[in-house]
């Protein structure tokens, strides 16, 4: 089986743009906006699946567009709005969570971008990536700083009605800036502190990066802390290493458009075989993409995955 490394596309070429950052140690906002009770969706048998949307280049609405032609269920459980980035300001040696315009567009607009996805009974996760300043998941100095940047996210999620935080270690670039290398405390403390900021909302792990690798700490172990974890290389199959139930775990991960069709019916025949919960894809477009969302429907649910524009 051949694998396919990830090829986002990435935000940082996006850094001189206006952007909207919430300032390190920004106090709880005010007139949250709470996700509406979603309408039940019609019920469907097997594992989670999952829609990474480059928000860059696509609409998150696209998520919404594609039901199961047997039973009318959603084709997708999960939605993740990819990325926003964790920064480090200079001036006060501080990570803070920063949104491009694109992302700042999605948030802004979860009325007409969220909330449909949500009312059919569609999770909406926001992703937090590194952006090449120094800044990740694994460096801050101290439990107080992790905390600070936990309270960000978990402000993020009650301003905007979202479902959760993904947490993707890439492109932090430690040491950029004269930060720190990863520390084996810093991802602990900062799941422990957003798990209880959010103890109902959703926490995923993309299983890369020098933070899944420091996943336990005086002896806190975080796997329980957190609701999914995925393989993060698109058209292979890994078991993400972390103490998580099947249920909660995706060994497969496809690129929508780019592993082919055979090879994501193949992941998905596997998911189901050996019975894991979870089947992750990446970059879902705007295109009618039916066929290649069909081949691993088929094998997940027993159906052929419909499109409406």
Known sequence: MFTLVRSR???AALALAAVAALAFGTTATTGAAAAPAPAPAPAKQGPTSVAYVEVNNNSMLNVGKYTLASGG???????????????????????????????QRVLDNAATEVRPLQQKGIKV???????????????FPTQQAASAFAK????????????GIDFDDEYAEYGNNGTGQ????????????LRANMPDKIISLYNIGPAASRL???GVDLSSKFDYAWNP?????????????????????VEIGRTSQSTAADLARRTV??????YLTYNLDGADRSADVSAFTRQLYGSDAVYTP
């Open 182 to 193: 990863p520390n084996d405390s810093s991802f602990v403390h900062l799941v422990t502190a």
């Open 216 to 218: 336990s700490y005086g």
């Open 233 to 253: 290389y698109y058209g292979s199959w890994q078991v993400p290493g972390i103490a998580l139930p099947k249920s909660k775990l995706s060994p497969a991960a």
């Open 152 to 163: 960000q996210l978990s402000d993020t999620v009650a301003k905007y009605g979202l479902d």
């Open 9 to 11: 596309v990435r935000t």
């Open 73 to 103: 269920g959603n084709a997708f459980d999960v939605a993740v709005i990819f990325a926003a980035n964790i920064n480090y300001d200079t001036g006060t040696k501080a990570a803070y969570l920063h949104f491009n315009e694109n992302v």
């Open 125 to 139: 996760v926001l992703s937090v990536l590194g952006n090449h300043q120094g800044a990740g998941f694994a460096n």
């Open 273 to 278: 075989s050996e019975g894991y919960g979870v």
